[in-house]
Every structure is written in C-alpha cells, then in structure tokens.
C-alpha cells in the first residue's frame, strides 16, 4: 500500500510539531525518518496511523483520502520502542492476540490462528522460545515478538517507532540488519523512525530527513550522506569539518590560509561555510607546500583499516578541532607523532552560505562534531 501526506501541519497550543509537510511513502519501500528528538517524527507517524489528527492536510492511503479513517480501518501496524507485550501471555497468545480479538465473522478459526502464528514466530526465529512469557526474554527477543504480533493482523503498513531505541548497540545492530532481511521478504511499506544516522542508513531504501517539523531533504541513503542538500543535514549524517571563510576565486580564504575549491557558483568576497568530511581531509606534512590549514596533531587512534586523527588549529584558528580519516598504511607512511605540526588540505570540499541572523538554526545534532568545532552554523 502506499501513502502521501499531504501540506500536513500539525500544531500543539502555540507549537508548530509540524509545518506543511508533504511525502510520498511508495509501495513496499522501507523508509526511515530521520531526525533529531522533537523534531516531529512520532508525530508524523501518529498521524498517519489515525492515532493524531492533523489540523491542516491529508493522509493518502493507496491513493484514497484516508483523513478520517479510524486506525483500525486503516490496517496498519505498530511496533514502538517499549514493547508493550502482556506480561501474563505467553509468547505464543501475545502473537496471537490481535487475530483472536477480531469479531466473530472475520476472526479464523482457531486451528488457523495456530498455524499463522507458528509460521509467524518462524519468521522471527523464535518459534523455540513460544512457550516463554516476556520477563524471561532479553529486550531483542521482546522485539522480535512485537514485530511477529505486529504482523499477525496482516497490515497493509508497518509503523516502527524507535523500535530498537531501548537496546544496546550490539543488539540493535543485529536487529536492524535481521529487519533489513525480514522487509525483503516480505514487502510492506514500512515507515522506520529513528534519530540514529547510521540505523538509517543502513536500513532503509529511502531516508526523510526531517528537522523542527519540516522535512530537509529525501533520497537514498547514498544522497542524503553524499549530496547533503542543506547544512543542517551535512551535520546530522555524520561527522564534519567546517571552515568558515570568505570566497577569493578558486580558494575559500580562512583567516591568513586558504583551502583550494573546485568549481563553485559562490561571488568572489561572499562569505561561505565549507563542509569536509574527516576522510576527504588530506594530511600534508611538508609545512611549505601552499594552500592549507595549520594544525597540530593531537592524537592518532587506528582502528581496524583506518586510522583517526584529532587535530587543533594552529595561530588564528588555535582552539579549533579537525578530524581526519585515512587509510591505516598512509599514516604508516606519514609517520605522525604527536605535536607535529601539519597541513590540512581538502579534497572535497561543499559550500554553503551562512544562515542569516534571522533563519531558523537547525537543531544540535546528537554527537557531531559541527557543534564541537568552535563553529555555530
Ligand atoms: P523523539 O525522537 O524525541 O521521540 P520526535 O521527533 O518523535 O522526537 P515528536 O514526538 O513528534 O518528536 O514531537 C514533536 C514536538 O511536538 C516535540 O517538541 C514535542 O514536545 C511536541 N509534542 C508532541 N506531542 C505533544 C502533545 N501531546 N502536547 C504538546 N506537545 C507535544
């Protein structure tokens, strides 16, 4: 089934959760929605659920106005960061709640429910564990069942709200590849909110990047994290470099230093943010070679193929942090030690203008290095 909403504003009080949004949600895609907390993803979902009606807009269910529809009429189900199983059910009557709560004419018979549900916990790989009551399972194991119960009233859509949030990072790793497996057996249009970048990423066909009710940018993951539209989601997807300078023809002019660009539309003496990611930064040791940025390395810190690199910025950039990402053989090879002193050299580098005073600033992405780097955008 697919889903559009459309021009959706919603609002709580004086609060804007969200503000025009439009999407399309195609036909057995898994998208994830992406973005920082309050940013108005659960809202979203909420709505198209039918659990939160939308002050302005509509919900399109397989082309059809589903504004009004009731959430049961809707088909869809839910999977949410706390598993609210029945604590007294065991694993195997939690699945099969939701088939033997439906009215008498359109419920199965219970020979059938059995067997839907045995197939069901096959599915999740838990069909071991049907006799087990959900105290006795570990946080992943209570997903999977509440993924299973989500599935046992065949829905037309599959909303996932954080549903790995309450587990650690191991677990949710496996998880999201086993969901990643599961989506492509089965095709449902699933709607998979997160605020984690990498979960994202990794799981979904299509990623929405939404941020303070609005949506950023929509792509595959590869755009999102490769072609960033703005910089807010630069800062969201990822860790990033910024250098904030002034246009001077082919070089981005950064106090005294200036960084080399490739072909750019920005006016010479325009001032300009330029986006680096820590693995399109170039270490240069020879301190005559021309363009670059001073810094001294302050620590290295190799981690299987690749070696991290934090440095500081040197005279009027001092106080500035970088990161760098290179290949563990080309540190071998440029022998830092630390203190050093360095040329930081980019070999992409993505402009952008500076928010106007007036502009909205996009929220603090949890963890980046944006807000870390002594540079507010
Ligand atoms: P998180 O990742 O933290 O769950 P989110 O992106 O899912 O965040 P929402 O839960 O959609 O965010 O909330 C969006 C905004 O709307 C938040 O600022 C929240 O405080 C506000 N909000 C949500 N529900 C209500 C409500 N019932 N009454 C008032 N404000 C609300």
């Not at 001294?296 to 990161?323: F, M, N, P, Q, S």
């Amino acid at each position: 089934m697919s889903i559009r909403v459309q021009n959706i504003v919603k609002r709580f009080g004086d609060f804007v959760a969200l503000d025009d949004v439009t999407l399309d949600f195609p036909t057995g895609e898994l998208v994830g929605l992406l973005g920082p907390s309050g940013c108005g993803k659960t809202t979203l979902l909420r709505i198209i659920a039918g659990l939160e009606s939308a002050d302005r807009g509509q919900v399109f269910l397989d082309g059809g106005d589903a504004s009004s529809a009731h959430v049961r009429e809707r088909q869809v189900g839910f999977v949410f960061q706390h598993y609210a199983l029945f604590r007294h059910m065991n694993v195997f009557d939690n699945v099969a709640f939701g088939l033997r709560v439906k009215p008498r004419r359109r419920r199965p018979p219970e020979s059938e429910i059995r067997r839907r549900v045995r197939e069901l916990l096959e599915l999740v790989q838990l069909d071991w564990l049907a006799e087990r009551y959900p105290p006795q399972l570990s946080g992943g194991q209570r997903q999977r069942v509440a993924l299973a119960r989500a599935l046992a009233v065949e829905p037309r859509v599959l909303l996932l709200d954080e549903p790995f949030g309450a587990l650690d990072a191991k677990v949710r790793k496996e998880l999201r590849r086993w969901l990643r497996q599961l989506h492509d057996r089965l095709h449902i249009t699933s709607i998979f909110v997160t605020h984690d970048q990498e979960e994202a990423l990794e799981v979904s066909d299509r990623v929405v990047l939404m941020n303070q009710g609005r949506v950023e940018q929509v792509g595959t993951p590869e755009q999102v994290y490769e072609q960033p539209s703005t910089p807010f989601v630069y800062g969201f997807l990822g860790a990033v470099n910024l250098f904030h300078g002034r246009i001077d023809g082919q070089h981005l002019q950064v106090g005294v230093e200036n960084l080399s660009l490739g072909q750019h539309e920005f006016q010479v003496g325009a001032e300009a943010l330029g986006f680096v990611r820590p693995h399109e930064l170039e270490i240069d040791t020879d301190l005559a070679q021309g363009s670059g940025l001073e810094a001294r390395v302050e620590r290295v810190l190799t981690l299987g193929a690749t070696t991290r690199v934090d440095l500081v910025g040197a005279d009027h950039a001092a106080g500035r942090h970088y990161e760098v990402e290179l290949p563990r053989d080309r540190i071998t090879a440029l022998g830092l030690v630390v203190g050093q002193r360095v040329r930081l050299k980019p070999a992409r580098i993505r402009l952008f203008s500076p928010p106007r005073p007036t502009e909205r600033t996009p929220c603090a992405p949890d963890g980046d290095l944006v807000g870390g780097y002594g540079e507010n955008i």
